[in-house]
């Protein structure tokens, strides 16, 4: 009987010691993943599940094995300094800087530890965010889309859609900090091909509502909108100043020619948003953010709305629509 019990006891303490490393791992929290944009929730509803998606791709799943707290800007840039310096109060795991240079600039300024994934639309090494593509160095790494580049190749896009235009009017948000390379290179591109433009600056809605009225008066015959997360921010509103104004428009990204805008030239945002949630997995299971190269798209993709441009009496030469990867109709 004695030498039943001390069996017992025996099986009893050796389950306990199992059940013990068990319960101890259950009570330890799930990390806090910190999703930061310049952006607004409601334009980026799809943009998040992409995120979401990448991050499921290893094994990660909001609410069972990590947390996310959101903040968002909402196009104002001002905003993103004290949210960044909120989550690093917080100390969460990593911070997701998404929604351009303005959400990557706030975070590095705020932490040189807690790594961070940044979502810009340029040079991250202009920007000091990284000391190179292939070996960041510090505590960042993340994609670049590089759409703040291709203002110069939308120039010409648009021109080949309304030749003859006599004024092509220029949407350019002076508060962005790649803003001043936009235009410069917008300038040079248009005096390359004997283009005149006019530049409607507009960073907040009554610079933007402003900047319509001077582009009404000004007359121009076409718009180029550049890439810029406050105009994503209010993609309604500027697809409906061009359609009301009768204006052939080009975008940075397809979500506009989707809305109703008539041709747009830039990359995939959603699979942006898909590595940046693949980046911040392989961050939580021990990567450094130094080791990991930054990413580029390789893919530009030219997407054209037919029924706008029946709407604005507009022809699409062969030439163009031999060039667009989607055609909306």
């Keep these: 009987m004695l030498g039943l019990r001390r069996r017992q006891f025996i099986t009893l303490l050796g389950g306990a010691a199992v059940a013990w490393p068990l319960a101890a791992r259950a009570q330890q929290p799930m990390p806090v993943i910190a999703f930061m944009s310049a952006r607004s929730p409601e334009d980026s509803t799809h943009l998040v599940e992409a995120f979401r998606r990448g991050l499921g791709e290893d094994g990660f799943v909001e609410g069972r094995n990590v947390a996310i707290e959101f903040r968002w800007a909402r196009g104002d840039y001002s905003r993103l300094p004290a949210l960044a310096a909120d989550l690093v109060s917080r100390q969460v795991a990593v911070i997701v800087a998404a929604g351009g240079e303005p959400s ?33 160095g510090g505590n960042a790494t993340g994609v670049t889309l590089l759409t703040n580049l291709m203002e110069p190749k939308r120039l010409g896009l648009l021109r080949e859609l309304a030749p003859g235009v006599p004024l092509i009017g220029v949407l350019l948000n002076p508060k962005f900090a790649p803003a001043s390379r936009q235009l410069r290179q917008v300038e040079e591109a248009a005096r390359s091909i004997y283009q005149r433009i006019m530049v409607a600056n507009a960073g907040t809605d009554k610079e933007l509502e402003t900047a319509f009225a001077a582009l009404t008066s000004e007359r121009v015959g076409a718009l180029l909108v550049t ?19 009768r204006l052939p428009a080009i975008y940075q990204f397809r979500e506009y020619v989707v809305a109703g805008g008539l041709l747009s030239y830039g990359v995939s945002i959603t699979d942006a948003y898909r590595n940046y949630g693949v980046y911040t997995a392989r961050i939580l299971k021990g990567a450094k953010p130094a080791d990991l190269p930054v990413l580029q798209p390789t893919k530009f993709e030219t997407v054209i709305n037919l029924k706008t441009a029946k709407a604005l009496g507009i022809k699409i030469s062969d030439n163009l629509l031999s060039l667009a990867d989607e055609v909306i109709e």
Excluded: H
């Design 227 to 245: 890439a810029d997360p406050y105009f994503d921010t209010r993609r309604e509103q500027i697809v409906t100043f061009a359609a009301r104004q």
């Design 104 to 136: 990557g600039l706030a975070a590095r300024a705020a932490t040189a530890t807690i790594p961070i994934v940044f979502g810009i639309g340029g040079d991250p090494v202009a920007l000091g965010l990284v000391e190179s593509f292939n070996r960041p």
